[in-house]
C-alpha cells in the first residue's frame, strides 16, 4: 500500500515553534495553499487553526527536515514582536475561525462586531498600509480568498461610507453587513477562485441563494440590525431592476454601496486562470457604470486616483508601486521595482513624484513581470503593537 503524500500537521508539533519562519508549506486537505514556506508563525492561535482547518504538509519534506533535526531538542520560541502585516494576517485567522462558529451556529453576533473594530482599528493605524494590502491582492492562497476579499472590501467600506458622510453607527452597519454577507458560500468562493470552468447548476443555485442563507446564519447568531439584514439581503440587487435573487427595482444605498465595493475588489483579484484588473481601470469602469455617482466619487476618493499597492510607471522608465497617497504638501509617494529601462530589480529607491523626473506617467496595466510585491519590501519593518 502506498504511503500517503501528505501528513497532518498536528503530527509534526516537535518541529514547529511559534515565533519562528514555517520550514514547510501547509496545505488544506484539498491541497490548496493556506501557508507558505518561511512565513512566520506568529502566534499559538494560528497554529491551533491551521490544525483546525486539517492543515498538512508534504511527507518527504517533512520527514527529510526530521532527519536533519536528529535528536536536537526543540528550539525555544521567539520573542520576536508581531509587526503591522503580521496583525493583517491574524485577522485572517480570526475572520476564518468567527465564521466557521457562525456557520456552525456556536457563535453569536459579537463577533462579528468586535472583528469589525479590530479591522477599523487596524486600518486606521496606517490607512496607506491597508489599502495597499487591498489592491495588491497577489497572494496565491486561493482556499483563503473569501476570507481575504471579505476583510480588504471591508475596508473600503468603511473608507467610502466615511467618504460619504454617513454617521457613525450607519458605517457600522455597513461594516458588518460586508463582512458577512457572503458567511454561507466561502469554500464556495475559494473553490470557483481556482476554477477554470463556468459554474455548474449547483454552483449557481448555492450563488443566488446565499444572500438569504447568510441572512439567516446572522439572524441565528443574534443580529438585529435592520439596516446589516437588508444590506446582506440585497447586495447583488441591481437599482432599476435586473438582480438577484428578487430582482429588486429599489435597493439601499447601504447594499448599492455593498454590491459596488464587492466588484471593485473581486476585478482586481486575480483568480487561479485570471490576471488581477489594474486598480485604476477598474475604479474608471465603476464611474462610468453609476453614471458618476456620489457612491463611485467617494470610493475613488477615499482611496485615491493611483492608489497605494497599484503599479505605474514614472517619467524616469521605472515601474513602481505607491506607497503613500498625496498629503497636504506632498506628492504621491512610490517605491521603485525596475531599473530604467523597466526591468524587474532587487534594489528598490523610494521616490518623491513631484519632481518631473519621477512624476507618474500612468498606470501598469500588464503586471506580470511583478507578480508580487511584499510589503516589508516598499515598506520597512512596521511594529504592530
Not at 439572524?219 to 437599482?239: F, I, K, N, P
Request: aromatic content about 4%; glycine content about 8%.
Amino acid at each position: 500500500m502506498d504511503m500517503p503524500k501528505h501528513v497532518a500537521l498536528s503530527e509534526l508539533l516537535d518541529l514547529l515553534v511559534v515565533g519562528e519562519a514555517l520550514p514547510f508549506s501547509v496545505l488544506d486537505a484539498q491541497g490548496r495553499l493556506l501557508l507558505g514556506e518561511g512565513s512566520r508563525l506568529i502566534s499559538q492561535d494560528r497554529l491551533e487553526l491551521l490544525i483546525d482547518r486539517d492543515g498538512q504538509v508534504n511527507r518527504l519534506q517533512a520527514e527529510a527536515l526530521r532527519q536533519t533535526r536528529g535528536g536536537l531538542s526543540k528550539p525555544t520560541p521567539a520573542a520576536a514582536a508581531a509587526t503591522l502585516f503580521d496583525r493583517w494576517e491574524q485577522l485572517v485567522w480570526t475572520f476564518d475561525d468567527m465564521a466557521r462558529r457562525l456557520c456552525r451556529g456556536d457563535g453569536k453576533a459579537r463577533l462579528a462586531v468586535d472583528l469589525v473594530d479590530q479591522i477599523d482599528d487596524l486600518q486606521r493605524r496606517d490607512v496607506d498600509v491597508a489599502l495597499f494590502l487591498c489592491m495588491r491582492r497577489d497572494d496565491q492562497r486561493f482556499a483563503l480568498y473569501a476570507l481575504t476579499h471579505s476583510l480588504h472590501v471591508t475596508v473600503l467600506v468603511l473608507l467610502t461610507a466615511r467618504q460619504l458622510g454617513w454617521a457613525a453607527p450607519r458605517v457600522r452597519s455597513a461594516a458588518g453587513a460586508v463582512l458577512t454577507m457572503n458567511l454561507s458560500m466561502l469554500e464556495l468562493q475559494a473553490t470557483m477562485a481556482e476554477q477554470d470552468t463556468p459554474p455548474t447548476g449547483r454552483q449557481l443555485d448555492l450563488i443566488r441563494s446565499h444572500p438569504q442563507r447568510s441572512v439567516q446564519i446572522l439572524e441565528r447568531a443574534g443580529v438585529t440590525d435592520a439596516d446589516w439584514l437588508a444590506a446582506v439581503a440585497d447586495h447583488h440587487e441591481h437599482q432599476g431592476g435586473g438582480g438577484y435573487p428578487q430582482g429588486s427595482a429599489e435597493v439601499s444605498e447601504m447594499a448599492q454601496l455593498l454590491r459596488a465595493t464587492d466588484v471593485f475588489m473581486a476585478k482586481i483579484s486575480p483568480r487561479a486562470k485570471r490576471a488581477a484588473m489594474a486598480p485604476q481601470l477598474a475604479a474608471r469602469q465603476l464611474f462610468q457604470q453609476q453614471a458618476g455617482s456620489a457612491l463611485a466619487v467617494a470610493l475613488i476618493k477615499a482611496i485615491g486616483v493611483h492608489p497605494p499597492g497599484s503599479l505605474v510607471q514614472l517619467q524616469s522608465g521605472e515601474v513602481a508601486v505607491v506607497t503613500r497617497r498625496p498629503a497636504a504638501g506632498v506628492a504621491t509617494q512610490v517605491a521603485t521595482l525596475s531599473n530604467r529601462q523597466g526591468q524587474p530589480v532587487v534594489d528598490t529607491h523610494r521616490r518623491d513624484t513631484a519632481p518631473p523626473e519621477f512624476t507618474i506617467r500612468g498606470a501598469v496595466t500588464d503586471t506580470t513581470l511583478f507578480p508580487r510585491v511584499l510589503p516589508e519590501r516598499v515598506y520597512g519593518q512596521i511594529r504592530g503593537d
